[in-house]
């Protein structure tokens, strides 16, 4: 895939694609969440407190996830291809790539903040889906096409980026989904309904106001 990218470079294709690659940089990848993250639990939730929270968390992990790809880098210490090859400038180790880890995380971070605050039936979470795969696709290919990267440093950088953001998420959140407020309260709820020896019926419910339990003996 290496050798049939570089083969597939054409000079009007080559700015797209730079474009692309850019966009998954830690400062574009760092305002994308800083900004959508925010505005995202805010449509949902109408809270804005809780809106800044998410943001924090989600930034948080967000840079946490960037000193874990550095780690690993600097413990495999992989070479990047041949520098004669690329098409654009790159800095340290090759293994995991740090554009796809960063677009993996945006778009992990982003789908589930959005799931765990959706009520809607999960048509946002679809949305912010269907716009991120693309997204974490293209980004991951164009650090190939411009010759900066295996396609194994991509992957790595994929699944370190997804994983990393998914674990996160679900650490915040407790490992559960957040529950749904039960709304209204059933009117037998403290009803205290037993059957005697000689088969009748002893109905019991607090007097409201004082806690004072009061019985009606019937047959």
């Given at each position: 895939?290496?050798l049939?990218?570089?083969?597939?470079?054409?000079?009007?294709?080559t700015?797209?694609?730079?474009?692309?690659?850019?966009?998954g940089?830690?400062?574009?990848?760092?305002?994308?969440?800083a900004?959508?993250?925010?505005?995202?639990?805010?449509?949902?939730?109408?809270?804005?407190?809780?809106?800044?929270?998410?943001?924090?968390?989600?930034?948080?992990?967000?840079?946490?996830?960037?000193?874990?790809?550095?780690?690993?880098?600097?413990?495999?210490?992989?070479e990047r291809?041949?520098?004669?090859?690329?098409?654009?400038?790159?800095?340290?180790?090759?293994?995991?790539?740090?554009?796809?880890?960063?677009?993996?995380?945006?778009?992990?971070?982003?789908?589930?903040?959005?799931?765990?605050?959706d009520?809607?039936?999960?048509?946002?979470?679809?949305?912010v889906?269907a716009?991120?795969?693309?997204?974490?696709?293209?980004?991951?290919?164009?650090?190939?096409?411009l010759?900066?990267?295996w396609?194994?440093?991509?992957?790595?950088?994929?699944?370190?980026?997804?994983?990393?953001?998914?674990l996160?998420?679900?650490?915040?959140?407790?490992?559960?989904?957040?529950?749904?407020?039960?709304?209204?309260?059933?009117?037998?709820?403290?009803?205290?309904?037993?059957?005697?020896?000689n088969?009748?019926?002893?109905?019991?419910?607090?007097?409201i106001?004082?806690?004072?339990?009061?019985?009606?003996?019937?047959?």
């Amino acid at each position: 895939m290496h050798l049939w990218a570089l083969a597939s470079r054409k000079p009007r294709l080559t700015p797209k694609v730079l474009l692309i690659t850019r966009s998954g940089s830690s400062g574009a990848v760092g305002v994308l969440v800083a900004v959508m993250a925010p505005l995202l639990v805010g449509t949902l939730t109408g809270s804005r407190r809780q809106a800044v929270s998410e943001g924090v968390k989600n930034l948080l992990l967000l840079a946490t996830g960037w000193a874990v790809r550095r780690f690993v880098m600097h413990v495999i210490r992989r070479e990047r291809p041949v520098r004669g090859n690329w098409v654009h400038h790159a800095d340290g180790f090759s293994f995991p790539s740090g554009h796809s880890t960063n677009a993996a995380m945006a778009a992990t971070l982003l789908f589930c903040t959005v799931r765990d605050h959706d009520r809607t039936g999960g048509t946002l979470g679809a949305v912010v889906g269907a716009i991120g795969a693309p997204y974490v696709t293209a980004v991951g290919v164009s650090r190939i096409y411009l010759g900066v990267h295996w396609p194994s440093d991509v992957l790595a950088g994929w699944l370190l980026g997804a994983g990393w953001s998914a674990l996160g998420r679900r650490v915040l959140r407790g490992g559960r989904h957040q529950p749904v407020e039960r709304v209204g309260k059933s009117p037998l709820d403290g009803a205290n309904i037993g059957t005697a020896n000689n088969g009748t019926a002893n109905i019991g419910t607090a007097n409201i106001g004082t806690g004072r339990p009061s019985g009606t003996r019937t047959t």
